[in-house]
């Protein structure tokens, strides 16, 4: 059975257009996206009208903290809105809807751009659609990369899922039990000061590039799920005996050796974790009768991740689907196509129901535009 | 707990529509903890301006300075809503 989408396209309208605001952790986006009446298919693609983000970087060695990320986006969210609709060429009449955020991530970062998503709502009268982050990853990279029905592996930050569609809900098969691969490898990152600009993961992927001696690591899977916390304390006690001791060479003071054992440690968390990843997605393929892989969320951008989802995926003769930074990294777009996915099977959020939480698992959402 | 701190915050906004908004905008966020401060809303119009009226109450200095630093904070960004749009 295929499902309408097009009940509530309003009069005298020939296409929806949405905004979307994004805030859920240090990235800012703001995405403007276009659909066609139909089904969305390879020839009825959404169509990206706007893309921007802004990302607030700390110094090396510092995380991002609530507080100050919430002021980041406070500073910039309506200068980010303006600019959007400046490069799509689009004014208030054009959208039919206000996508944003509405968890899981930061409470103060969330709060601090729906305030913007509700002032606008009640000032230009267009409904809202609150977000769930990890469906609107989900969405868009199954949109921008024709995946069918994709075992998804979302890996970012603050998450680490295995995900498979069943029954209208996007069920979690697998996952972390304490920290996200994306805090372990930034969190790595701040014990080795390596820089947070364009991204603490982007930094370390190039280092690892160079490393070429593995250094054994705990290997923690736990059946579907996994846990890094272990890995972290084990690698940083390592990496402090190694760097951080009164007679250590200080950090900054990169000479051949120490940058040597800097190169390998990165490589070995990364093959380590990704190995983990790589068992837990090919179990879960197993389970639901998938060839597809999808990778989303920021750790996806990880060009040796996916070489290594790769391997393992064309082993069972199947095929990888991966997205490039500017999707796979929190981006406003994913927000504004989730969100009017959403608003085009009649759901708008209420004024009161538009408070964030930080909690919100994927699998509380119901898909109501899928039906297969 | 009695509210022993309090603070009265008076907004002045250019249309009556701008000073409901910013009314609507705020009340959705519940107080994170009810037990120790209390926030209410009202907007009335003196003298050719219509004002947003907030009163905030709270158990001690420092509750009720994050609050107000957070309700100011949000004020903002929908003042420069109304500005930009």
Not at chain 1, 36 to 55: C, K, W, Y
Not at chain 1, 77 to 106: H, N, S, W, Y
Not at chain 2, 60 to 73: E, G, M
Request: hydrophobic share 40%.
């Amino acid at each position: 059975m295929v499902v309408d989408l097009d009940q509530h396209l309003k009069p005298g309208k020939s296409s929806y257009v949405a905004i979307g605001l994004e805030g859920s952790a240090n990235k800012l986006g703001v995405g403007l996206i276009r659909h066609h009446p139909g089904q969305l298919s390879l020839s009825n693609r959404a169509e990206v009208l706007a893309n921007i983000r802004d990302t607030y970087i700390t110094p090396p060695g510092e995380g991002f903290l609530p507080r100050d990320t919430a002021r980041h986006h406070r500073n910039w969210v309506v200068r980010l809105i303006k600019q959007a609709l400046d490069e799509a060429r689009l004014g208030k009449d054009d959208i039919d809807v206000i996508c944003f955020t509405k968890g899981p991530g930061m409470g103060a970062p969330l709060q601090s751009v729906v305030i913007a998503a509700r002032t606008l709502s009640l000032l230009w009268d267009i409904p809202l659609v609150g977000v769930n982050h990890c469906i609107g990853h989900i969405e868009m990279g199954r949109e921008i990369t024709g995946a069918h029905n994709p075992v998804v592996l979302y890996v970012s930050g603050g998450n680490t899922q295995v995900i498979a569609y069943s029954k209208q809900k996007y069920r979690i098969f697998g996952e972390t039990l304490d920290i996200a691969i994306g805090n372990c490898l930034d969190r790595f990152a701040r014990t080795l000061e390596i820089s947070n600009d364009p991204s603490p993961g982007y930094n370390i992927e190039q280092l690892a590039k160079k490393g070429k001696h593995f250094v054994e690591l705990p290997y923690t899977v736990k059946g579907m799920d996994l846990s890094m916390s272990g890995i972290l304390a084990y690698i940083d006690e390592i990496a402090n005996t190694l760097f951080n001791k009164k007679n250590a060479k200080p950090l900054q003071n990169e000479e051949g050796k120490n940058k040597n054992k800097k190169n390998n440690l990165c490589f070995s968390l990364q093959e380590c974790l990704f190995s983990m990843l790589v068992e837990i997605t090919e179990r879960a393929m197993a389970h639901v009768n998938s060839n597809e892989v999808l990778i989303v969320g920021g750790v996806g951008c990880n060009e040796r991740l996916q070489e290594m989802m790769k391997i393992m995926v064309s082993d069972r003769n199947g095929s990888i689907f991966a997205t490039d930074e500017r999707f796979c990294i929190d981006n406003g777009i994913m927000i504004a196509h989730a969100g009017l996915l959403s608003y085009r099977m009649g759901d708008t959020t209420s004024l009161e129901d538009t408070v964030c939480t930080q909690q919100y698992r994927t699998d509380q959402v119901l898909v109501k535009w899928r039906d297969d | 707990m009695s509210f022993t701190s309090s603070l009265t915050l008076n907004i002045p906004f250019q249309l009556q529509n701008q000073a409901s908004i910013a009314l609507k905008t705020l009340s959705v966020d519940p107080i994170l903890r009810p037990d120790d401060a209390k926030v209410s809303y009202l907007i009335s119009y003196i003298s050719n301006c219509h004002y947003l009226h907030i009163d905030l109450y709270a158990i001690s200095d420092r509750v009720l300075r994050v609050l107000a630093n957070n309700i100011i904070a949000s004020l903002k960004t929908i003042v420069e809503c109304f500005d930009e749009f």
